[in-house]
């Protein structure tokens, strides 16, 4: 079945640093990879898109990448903000999307 | 002016009761969806429907029923409650038969409480 693996552990950064958010997939080949962010009492927010012939996608300053080779996708935010600051949820499927669980960032001062 | 709206945003009920969740949305999508959060924040998909019409039934209990009288609405209604259904609940909404550069939209979420 697919599944989708984020780092559980909360990621500090100071701000105006870039934050690199992981997220690997196992057991089959998405055909696209989506990027949502969830702030606590709120439901998930799109952000970002990604097909897996994309190697690259950008919005303001967020990147995405993804990597077919290594199974992965990356998500950056440059000159991160305390405003950055939620938890980001990789998912895939359609229809019936399937979610990470998250990784929470933490954007500091 | 909310694109996914649902009510109520908390609700509190006794084990044995039943309860239900309304979800609304105004953005004109054709298919609709019910998801659950528990309490280790894992998003899990429950229903979907599609012009009023079910689709997707993940394994949950014949307790939830969920009804979508038109397409722009779609309930989740739950018969004896039980303290494992306590959770939050996500309503979402999609457009068209196949992905979508704008992704899924997301209510606000229902937080059950059941005691």
């Known amino acids: 079945s697919q599944k989708i693996e984020q780092n559980s552990e909360a990621l500090n950064i100071q701000e105006g640093k870039t934050a690199t958010l992981t997220c690997n997939y196992t057991?089959?080949?998405?055909?696209?990879l989506q990027w949502y962010r969830q702030d606590p009492g709120r439901g998930p927010v799109f952000l970002l898109l990604?097909?897996?012939?994309?190697k690259e996608k950008r919005k303001e300053r967020l990147k995405v990448t993804f990597d077919t080779t290594l199974k992965q996708s990356l998500f950056h935010i440059t000159a991160s903000q305390p405003a950055d600051s939620a938890t980001y949820l990789c998912?895939?499927?359609?229809?019936?999307?399937?979610f990470g669980t998250g990784t929470r960032l933490l954007v500091s001062p | 002016d909310t694109a996914v709206s649902q009510t109520p945003k908390y609700l509190v009920t006794q084990m044995g009761n039943d309860k239900s969740i309304k979800c609304e949305q105004n953005?004109?999508?054709?298919?609709m969806y019910w998801y659950k959060q528990d309490s280790k924040k894992f998003l899990k998909i429950m229903f979907s429907?599609?012009?009023?019409?079910?689709?997707i039934n993940e394994t949950v209990p014949n307790r939830f029923s969920p009804k979508s009288p038109d397409k722009a609405h779609l309930n989740l209604h739950i018969n004896s409650l039980e303290l494992g259904d306590s959770a939050v609940y996500f309503c979402?909404?999609?457009?068209?038969?196949?992905?979508?550069?704008?992704?899924?939209?997301f209510g606000s979420g229902t937080r059950l409480t059941v005691v």
């Open positions: 429907y599609n012009n009023k019409e079910l689709i």
């Open positions: 990604i097909r897996e012939n994309e």
């Open positions: 057991n089959y080949s998405p055909a696209y």
């Open positions: 998912v895939t499927g359609f229809q019936k999307l399937v």
């Open positions: 953005l004109g999508h054709d298919t």
């Open positions: 979402a909404s999609s457009q068209g038969d196949r992905e979508s550069s704008y992704g899924y939209t």
